[in-house]
């Protein structure tokens, strides 16, 4: 049986597909949305509709954009000999606040996951080749996340691109800033050991 | 500065306003509306849009309804002569699925909260009264949420019905089934033990 009306279960059913939302939080949504002035949730399902209308990924590094360029790969004052391999959009935009980094990127829309059935194939890889070609790029700092998949995806990196004469580097692991060293887990501490630098 | 595109940054934004979505989760769920495919986005997009223009509330018990009447003032077998007095729709439709209820429900929109500015003004409390005049209303159960802003509202009840002649009860406090008696709060087993039924 039906506990809701039928454009409130439809609601709570397209809700569910999102990510991190079960039933309750999709339903505590739904009747929040009742709720609410009818602008405002019609705000909410127009800046859905605009964000497939409008946005669409760079011709260049895959970013999310408007147009043709993301703002990075529009910005002439950025460096084009360093790129940074990321593995969504939202790692690009991470990398950008802390304003550490100032060449370009590529984002490969994932990491090789055999289990998933997510090899180089399906990233992309061969559209970061293309942009080796020129010979302008010097370095690529692989700065895929620090887990499984994204330390394959690094090492694969750095096979496919070492002979092509690009120096491959890797985001430092190590202990995150505030972290306690009590609590930190070996392997991170390893890391951080392994990692040490002059002062 | 902004980091996304502006579609992104206002999706984002309307998110935000859901409740428990923040703006972490809120990226996540804008980068993976980007990725699915423009059906399913807006198909979430009218989703919300349908349920503010085709579900309004019922003009009896305020529970959410397309039409005029929610499927339990609609349905004729239900009890006219019990009503379940419950904070929000989703508590009504939470009786519901117990299936143990068989009377109607009056929806009061929230709890009597002196700190919100919340008084039985501001309560369907009104419409209760209304719906009381008749007389063939014998019981209304209170199943507001046993915290201090149901419990004061069951109180206040209590007191302005009683003196009509209608019989109010209160749904039981006790241990959810399942618990463990070890780790309940002291309150909930001083309730328990209150209530206590004979076998």
Redesign the interface.
């Known amino acids: 049986m039906e506990?809701?009306?039928?454009?409130?279960e439809?609601?709570v059913?397209?809700?569910c597909?999102?990510?991190?939302?079960g039933p309750k939080?999709a339903?505590?949504?739904?009747?929040?949305?009742?709720s609410v002035s009818?602008e405002?949730?019609?705000?909410?399902?127009?800046?859905?509709?605009?964000?497939?209308?409008?946005?669409s990924y760079c011709g260049v590094c895959f970013n999310?954009?408007?147009g043709e360029l993301?703002?990075v790969c529009a910005d002439e004052r950025r460096d084009p000999s360093v790129i940074c391999v990321v593995e969504?959009?939202?790692d690009l935009?991470a990398i950008?606040?802390s304003a550490r980094f100032a060449g370009r990127y590529h984002v490969l829309g994932g990491a090789i996951s055999p289990i998933d059935g997510i090899g180089p194939d399906e990233l992309r890889v061969r559209e970061l080749l293309g942009r080796l070609e020129g010979g302008t790029v010097t370095e690529v700092v692989v700065a895929t996340n620090p887990n499984t998949e994204g330390e394959a995806t690094a090492i694969y990196l750095a096979q496919l691109l070492k002979p092509l004469g690009v120096k491959v580097t890797r985001i430092a692991s190590g202990l995150p800033v505030g972290a306690d060293l009590e609590y930190a887990d070996e392997v991170t501490l390893g890391r951080a050991m392994d990692g040490r630098r002059e002062l």
């Not at 506990?3 to 409130?8: N, R």
């Open positions: 506990f809701y009306a039928e454009p409130v439809n609601l059913a397209e809700l597909r999102l990510p991190g939302i939080s339903s505590r949504i739904a009747f929040y949305l009742m009818a405002e949730a019609s705000a909410l399902a127009r800046a859905i509709q605009e964000l497939k209308d409008r946005v999310v954009c408007e993301c703002r969504e959009p939202r935009i950008e606040r």
